[in-house]
Each structure stands twice: as structure tokens, then as C-alpha cells.
């Protein structure tokens, strides 16, 4: 189960500088100009997770797999880019294809550094992508809602379900509203994926502050933290050339150079840990000699379908779960001493799957 994140904002706020940290590559070319992405970049990283490495050390797995996400690096947008200006209609396409949305705002001064607007005002920065991409929805809601006019006149259920959200989508848009501020019901929830509303899509504001500032911010982030809580979004501080620094060194290095900077962990694993929250995921994790696994699933997943993401006959043919909490796990020891504690719990397929469960699926091929 992939999940992608798209790391957006103005040019040169240091997109691309991050994607290079966070893939521990220099796949992406970081320069001082606009549009130096053109092509957008992917790449795939670990999610920061101790659990699965303790859980492979008690069971002597021989080999860790981590769970993953993916980061789209996608080139810089500028005012009017809903309206094609730079490069914008090419890279919006490019956001409604991930799940959530980084958006890189400028929180240092440097003046060898050119912002496109002559100043740093990274919550104008932000309000500015945002109008754009709110912008790019209304055109697509218009067009789409003209698309459906004759089924919805026929009375199809589907075209007239896909009508309604676009209408309270159309309405928050024009009131100033992102899509993501509507509250959508369950029955609803799946078809309002499937309409890959830009502004429907949850945010993460990265402030990237220079090398001085990371380990406390200053008044540009905290501008941006203050946005971010009154729009029920998240937002994190990190300086993109120290977590590009320290990509490159070894763990013990690494370790070294952070407490040297006054900072407890590093700035990429708090964006990868809060990408991972604001999708709404958890892990669970599989057990034995061969491996330890680390499996992403969506919060209020049902066994059958977190079984699915191992693979699909798992899900069709599920019969049960065999299943031990990561605390019970660790205090017998190992899946025996769970057992004899009488910590291994065997549920059905109505059984929510927990944050840290490891789990055992018994399925009929």
C-alpha cells in the first residue's frame, strides 16, 4: 500500500534541497532559479521506527523491512499558475496524484538566495499556493459538474452523489474555504477520494529555517505554526541544508552532529513521523527467523483488509488473526513467552487492527 506525499511551494524555499535529504540522493537538481525541477522526482524512504528493529533483535530476524513512503518533489509554483503561468498546469496534475501535500515555505533570510516576490513572507507564501490551488479546483469543479449535467438529469445515483459533493465543494471554494475544511460523511468518504480535489488534501507546512535557527525556529515559523493550528493543519521546523548534511553521514556521525546542533532527532524524521500521521496511518508488524516487517495500513482497518496489504489472497481467504501487542511482544520476550503469558489474542474479521499489533493471519488458499 503506497502512499504519497508532494513537496510544494514557491521556487527556491528549498524543495529540492529536502527531496535530495530525504531520498539520501542528489537525484534532484538544487539551484538557485526557478523551475530547476522539471520532471517531477519520486523517491521512497523508510519510516522511522524503532519498534521493528527491537521486535527483529528479540526474534533474531535476519533481515528488518521498514515500512515506506513516497515524496514527489514537484517544481515550484508561482502566482497564476492555475492559469498556466510557469509551470503550473503541467505540476498541478502532478499533486492530484498524491495523498497529501508538504508545502515547503521559506522561513530564512539570505539574501544570495532570490524569492521570486523580492521579500520573505512565508505566510503570504503559503496563502499565495493556496489560492492557486484552490484556483485549479474551481476550474475543475465547474468542468466536471457541466460533464455530469445529462446522467444527473437521468437520475443516476452515482452522478448525483458526485453533484452534491462538487456543489459543497464549489460553495466552501468560493466562501475562501479550502475542499479539506468540509466535514464529509462515511457514506460519502470514498467518493469524495475519487474526485482528487487539490485543496481536499491534507497539509503539512514545512518551515525551512537556516542552520542557526533549527533547533528553535523564530518568528517567520512560528507565523506558520500560529496558521497552521487555526487551519486544523500540522506544521514542522527544519533547516533543509543541515538534514542534507546529515543524509550524508554515517549513524554514529550523524548522531554526533545533532547533538551538536541541540537537536534531539532529526528533522526528517519528524517530517516523515508527521506525514505519516496526517494520512491517518498506523503500522503492524509480522514476526519470525526470516524477517521483521513493518506493514502501513490506514487507522480503522479491519484484519481481513490489513491482511490484504500482504497480499490479496490473505484478504479473500482470511480466517483469522493470531495476534500479539508490540508492549506483550517485548515483555514475553518473544512470541512464545506472549503465549505462555496468555498475551495472544486470536480475532475475527471484524477485529480493528492496532497501532503496533504483530500479527499472524491464517488464511484458506
Not at 107 to 119: A, I, L, M, N, P
Not at 135 to 141: K, N, P, Q, R, Y
Not at 149 to 176: C, F, H, I, M, P
Not at 308 to 321: L, P, T
Request: aromatic residues 6%; proline residues 3%; glycine residues 10%.
Amino acid at each position: 500500500m503506497g502512499f504519497k506525499t508532494g513537496i510544494v511551494g514557491l521556487p527556491n524555499v528549498g524543495k529540492s534541497t529536502l527531496f535530495n535529504a530525504l531520498t539520501r540522493t542528489a537525484a534532484a537538481q538544487a539551484a538557485n532559479f526557478p523551475f530547476c525541477t522539471i520532471e517531477p522526482n519520486v523517491g521512497e524512504v523508510a519510516v522511522p521506527d524503532e519498534r521493528v528493529e527491537i521486535l527483529a533483535k528479540i526474534a533474531g530476524s535476519k533481515q528488518i523491512i521498514p515500512t515506506r513512503m513516497t515524496f514527489v518533489d514537484i517544481a515550484g509554483l508561482v502566482k497564476g499558475a492555475s492559469r498556466g503561468e510557469g509551470l503550473g498546469n503541467q505540476f498541478l496534475a502532478n499533486i492530484r496524484e498524491c495523498d497529501a501535500i508538504a508545502h515547503v515555505v521559506r522561513c530564512f533570510e539570505d539574501g544570495d538566495v532570490t524569492h521570486v516576490e523580492g521579500r520573505v513572507d512565508p505566510v503570504e507564501d503559503a496563502r499565495t499556493i493556496e489560492t492557486e490551488l484552490m484556483l485549479a479546483d474551481m476550474e475543475s469543479i465547474e468542468k466536471r459538474l457541466q460533464g455530469l449535467s445529462r446522467k444527473v438529469r437521468g437520475g443516476d445515483k452515482e452522478a448525483l452523489q458526485q453533484e452534491r459533493l462538487l456543489q459543497a465543494a464549489l460553495a466552501a471554494l468560493e466562501d475562501g474555504r479550502p475542499a479539506r475544511t468540509l466535514e464529509v460523511a462515511d457514506e460519502d468518504s470514498k467518493a469524495w477520494r475519487m474526485l482528487q480535489l487539490l485543496t481536499a488534501k491534507p497539509i503539512l507546512y514545512v518551515c525551512n529555517v537556516d542552520e542557526a535557527q533549527a533547533a528553535t525556529g523564530n518568528a517567520h515559523s512560528r507565523a506558520i505554526e500560529k496558521m497552521a493550528a487555526e487551519e486544523g493543519a500540522a506544521a514542522v521546523v527544519i533547516s533543509a541544508r543541515i538534514e542534507e548534511e546529515i543524509s550524508q553521514l554515517d549513524p554514529e556521525e550523524a548522531g554526533m552532529f545533532l547533538e551538536e546542533m541541540g537537536l534531539k532527532e532529526a528533522g526528517l524524521d519528524r517530517l516523515i513521523k508527521a506525514g505519516h500521521k496526517l494520512l491517518g496511518l498506523q503500522t503492524y508488524f509480522t514476526v519470525g527467523p526470516k524477517e521483521a516487517r513493518a506493514w502501513t495500513i490506514r487507522k480503522g482497518m479491519l484484519a481481513p483488509q490489513a491482511a490484504g496489504v500482504i497480499h490479496g489472497d490473505f484478504e479473500r481467504g482470511f480466517i483469522r488473526a493470531e495476534t500479539i501487542s508490540y508492549e506483550d511482544f517485548v515483555a514475553g520476550k518473544g512470541e512464545a513467552g506472549a503465549k505462555e503469558a496468555g498475551k495472544m489474542r486470536v480475532e475475527g474479521k471484524n477485529y480493528e487492527v492496532k497501532d503496533g499489533d504483530v500479527l499472524h493471519f491464517l488464511f484458506s488458499a
